[in-house]
């Protein structure tokens, strides 16, 4: 699909509008399906759309042409109408029964049938709903109207076969009920407890996927309530053994800071929640979790630096001046602040900082009077002691000791004497 970040809502909408509309045309019946429709209800502007049809896929990519189509679930019905950057891509599905789930995600086989039976095939009932947007016309076989208006994530009919045909609906439910505000059915809140060791089979770019979704909505502390609560917290967070008091810590700490950072936000929970693990560590554990390399980079950069802005007072300031002109300097002091708070600790570290960040540029992050080149230039071979020339007379100069270049001409020569003596 395409960058949500370029797609026009109204550009959108109106593909799919003349998408249903050519369906009909020809003959077929066809929907709006799924989260489009959830989101339609709650006047919520969807991210994307599906259309759910009895045209079969190769009469869809007749219909719309195979240089606009692609077929990449064809074998279960499904193709992918390619839309402009502006209008993003649309999901066209055959209207179906899904035969088993061997592999515990998708259909061993499926048969083509008809919209009631198709939607009782979904996952839950605020998803499984269908709508005309000809008529604006509401197609409900599964009473996803009702749970909407009571605020219900609830699977449809049986939720133990729903969570066995994808397991990854265990953790969905979760994921809807935190990013909706809803609550969980108590049924199926219950298999999502009974289950929650299959989530074991599920891969974790899938996991993953949800997981961002649940810490980067508004009521993500809802939402790791319910992590928590169910035991699917260590399913999704891989190394975490939180107990109520960790998570209330978490979420005193989460409380304090910005909700689309997820690298920010790991370093919070894995602090909180699995503080016996070194920064290292937590960094092989989100790679594992199949979280970009820039991300697991920043989560571990984090961890490995805001305990030393708490200690800003006491800790030479080149040190705290290094952090805090990184890329990743000013939300490292967010997470220190947010922890100072969360454990009552003194702020007087934090505080320094934050004074000092408001420093003029040339101020806090001065040029630096000697490079590498300089020191050439002063006759010294190029080498291991070129670091430590430049890091001493930097940190010289970041005290106020040196103020210019014949000063730091001469400190240079005095230390790269002494590593030489």
Same mark, same amino acid.
């Given at each position: 699909?395409?960058?949500?970040?370029?797609?026009?809502?109204?550009?959108?909408?109106?593909?799919?509008?003349?998408?249903?509309?050519?369906?009909?045309?020809?003959?077929?019946?066809?929907?709006?399906?799924?989260?489009? =429709?959830?989101?339609?209800?709650?006047?919520?502007?969807?991210?994307?759309?599906?259309?759910?049809?009895?045209?079969?896929?190769?009469?869809?990519?007749?219909?719309?042409?195979?240089?606009?189509?692609?077929?990449?679930?064809?074998?279960?019905?499904?193709?992918?109408?390619?839309?402009?950057?502006?209008?993003?891509?649309?999901?066209?599905?055959?209207?179906?029964?899904? =035969?088993?789930?061997?592999?515990?995600?998708?259909?061993?086989?499926?048969?083509?049938?008809?919209?009631?039976?198709?939607?009782?095939?979904?996952?839950?009932?605020?998803?499984?709903?269908?709508?005309?947007?000809?008529?604006?016309?509401?197609?409900?076989?599964?009473?996803?109207?009702?749970?909407? *208006?009571?605020?219900?994530?609830?699977?449809?009919?049986?939720?133990?076969? *729903?969570?066995?045909?994808?397991?990854?609906?265990?953790?969905?439910?979760?994921?809807?009920?935190?990013?909706?505000?809803?609550?969980?059915?108590?049924?199926?809140?219950?298999?999502?407890?009974?289950?929650?060791?299959?989530?074991?089979?599920?891969?974790?770019?899938?996991?993953?996927?949800?997981?961002?979704?649940?810490?980067?909505?508004?009521?993500?502390?809802?939402?790791?309530?319910?992590?928590?609560?169910?035991?699917?917290?260590?399913?999704?967070?891989?190394?975490?053994?939180?107990?109520?008091?960790?998570?209330?810590?978490?979420?005193?700490?989460?409380?304090?800071?910005?909700?689309?950072?997820?690298?920010?936000?790991?370093?919070?929970?894995?602090?909180?929640?699995?503080?016996? *693990?070194?920064?290292?560590?937590?960094?092989?554990?989100?790679?594992?979790?199949?979280?970009?390399?820039?991300?697991?980079?920043?989560?571990?950069?984090?961890?490995?630096?805001?305990?030393?802005?708490?200690?800003?007072?006491?800790?030479?300031?080149?040190?705290?001046?290094?952090?805090?002109?990184?890329?990743?300097?000013?939300?490292?002091?967010?997470?220190?602040?947010? =922890?100072?708070?969360?454990?009552?600790?003194?702020?007087?570290?934090?505080?320094?900082?934050?004074?000092?960040?408001?420093?003029?540029?040339?101020?806090?992050?001065?040029?630096?009077?000697?490079?590498?080149?300089?020191?050439?230039?002063?006759?010294?071979?190029?080498?291991?002691?070129?670091?430590?020339?430049?890091?001493?007379?930097?940190?010289?100069?970041?005290?106020?000791?040196?103020?210019?270049? =014949?000063?730091?001409?001469?400190?240079?020569?005095?230390?790269?004497?002494?590593?030489?003596?």
């Amino acid at each position: 699909m395409a960058s949500t970040q370029s797609i026009d809502a109204e550009k959108a909408r109106e593909f799919a509008v003349e998408t249903v509309e050519t369906l009909r045309q020809h003959g077929f019946i066809s929907y709006w399906a799924g989260g489009c =429709v959830r989101d339609h209800h709650l006047q919520l502007t969807p991210k994307d759309y599906d259309v759910a049809t009895n045209a079969v896929p190769d009469e869809i990519r007749k219909l719309f042409g195979r240089r606009r189509t692609l077929a990449i679930g064809a074998s279960f019905g499904v193709i992918t109408l390619i839309g402009s950057k502006q209008q993003g891509n649309i999901e066209i599905a055959t209207f179906r029964e899904d =035969v088993s789930y061997s592999d515990g995600r998708r259909p061993d086989r499926v048969s083509y049938s008809t919209p009631e039976l198709d939607a009782q095939r979904r996952d839950f009932t605020i998803n499984g709903m269908f709508l005309d947007p000809l008529t604006m016309e509401t197609i409900d076989y599964v009473q996803g109207r009702e749970d909407l *208006r009571n605020q219900l994530v609830r699977a449809i009919g049986i939720p133990a076969e *729903r969570f066995e045909e994808d397991k990854l609906r265990i953790f969905r439910a979760i994921r809807f009920a935190t990013t909706l505000g809803f609550d969980i059915e108590a049924e199926t809140l219950q298999a999502v407890c009974t289950y929650v060791e299959k989530l074991s089979q599920v891969s974790r770019e899938r996991i993953l996927v949800e997981l961002e979704k649940t810490l980067a909505s508004p009521n993500r502390l809802r939402g790791l309530e319910l992590l928590q609560a169910t035991g699917v917290l260590p399913y999704v967070l891989p190394d975490t053994t939180a107990d109520e008091d960790q998570v209330e810590l978490a979420k005193a700490v989460l409380a304090s800071l910005p909700v689309h950072h997820s690298a920010l936000t790991f370093a919070a929970l894995y602090h909180t929640l699995a503080p016996q *693990r070194s920064a290292k560590d937590v960094k092989k554990t989100i790679k594992s979790m199949k979280a970009s390399n820039d991300i697991a980079e920043a989560t571990f950069w984090i961890l490995e630096n805001f305990e030393t802005l708490l200690q800003a007072g006491s800790t030479p300031w080149p040190k705290i001046q290094k952090i805090l002109i990184h890329q990743w300097g000013t939300i490292t002091l967010q997470l220190a602040r947010a =922890v100072a708070e969360a454990t009552q600790s003194v702020l007087d570290g934090v505080t320094f900082c934050e004074k000092k960040l408001q420093l003029a540029e040339q101020e806090l992050n001065p040029a630096e009077l000697l490079s590498g080149a300089d020191l050439i230039q002063l006759g010294m071979t190029p080498g291991p002691a070129f670091s430590k020339v430049l890091t001493t007379v930097r940190d010289q100069q970041l005290l106020g000791n040196i103020t210019t270049k =014949v000063e730091a001409e001469a400190l240079a020569r005095s230390t790269y004497q002494s590593i030489h003596s």
